[in-house]
């Protein structure tokens, strides 16, 4: 069965720090792959997503993401993290043409300045 | 576009009790989605409909949750009797028919239950 792995449960940075958030997936074939932000009492907000191709990812809000086939991985990255930021990340998966999303745990990351 | 929306934002009933939320997808988008989160949890899928028609209903607790989308637009999530454990932000998402992926899915700002 599908699953998303994402081992950091939360993880805490200084303002300005780089940042990489770390998921992981298993599926027999290449997946469809995105990450979502949350923020508190929100809804679920598209930060980038992975189909073919290219296999580093821009997104919003200056995130970037790289597919490694070779780990199974999909890890989120920011060079520069700024205190609004602070909220829940989550890595989902979605088969191919099962037209429907499996998420990690997510990662809950918090800023200080 | 108007986003996705859900009613009510939050909820708190008695175990035992009934209770009902709502979902209004963006216009055009035959899949909906129910997933509930649970505090400190990746959202999990409850139901998927295309249009009215249900496509996975796998992890639906089909002794207590039901779901319908009667006209293959607005949907209803009811749960009798509550639990505890349904304590919950139950979200609402869409996305155009067979291409969700490809597309993009559209998440309401959920319903937050507290089942006390």
């Known amino acids: 069965a599908q699953s998303v792995t994402q081992p950091d449960i939360h993880i805490t940075v200084s303002e300005g720090a780089s940042l990489e958030l770390r998921c992981n997936y298993s599926?027999?074939?290449?997946?469809?792959l995105f990450w979502y932000v949350q923020s508190p009492g929100q809804g679920l907000q598209l930060l980038l997503k992975?189909?073919?191709?290219?296999?580093l990812v821009q997104g919003i809000k200056g995130f970037e993401a790289e597919f490694k086939r070779s780990q199974s991985s999909f890890n989120l990255r920011k060079p520069s993290v700024h205190w609004s930021d602070a909220a829940e990340y989550f890595c989902?998966?979605?088969?191919?043409?099962?037209?429907?999303?499996?998420f990690g745990t997510g990662t809950r990351l918090q800023v200080f300045p | 576009e108007a986003g996705v929306a859900q009613s009510p934002r939050y909820k708190i009933i008695e175990k035992r009790q009934s209770v009902a939320f709502w979902c209004n997808p963006i216009?055009?988008?035959?899949?909906l989605y129910w997933y509930q989160q649970i505090l400190g949890q990746g959202p999990k899928l409850l139901i998927q409909?295309?249009?009215?028609?249900?496509?996975?209903d796998s992890q639906l607790p089909k002794d207590r949750f039901s779901a319908e989308r009667l006209k293959g637009v607005d949907s209803t999530l009811k749960i009798q009797p509550a639990k505890l454990e349904d304590s919950a932000v139950y979200l609402c998402?869409?996305?155009?028919?067979?291409?969700?992926?490809?597309?993009?899915?559209?998440f309401g700002s959920g319903t937050r239950l507290t089942v006390v």
């Open positions: 998402a869409s996305s155009l028919s067979g291409q969700g992926g490809s597309y993009g899915y559209t």
């Open positions: 599926y027999g074939a290449t997946p469809y």
């Open positions: 992975y189909f073919s191709g290219d296999t």
């Open positions: 989902a998966v979605e088969s191919y043409n099962t037209d429907k999303l499996i």
């Open positions: 216009s055009g988008h035959a899949t």
């Open positions: 409909f295309q249009n009215n028609g249900v496509v996975d």
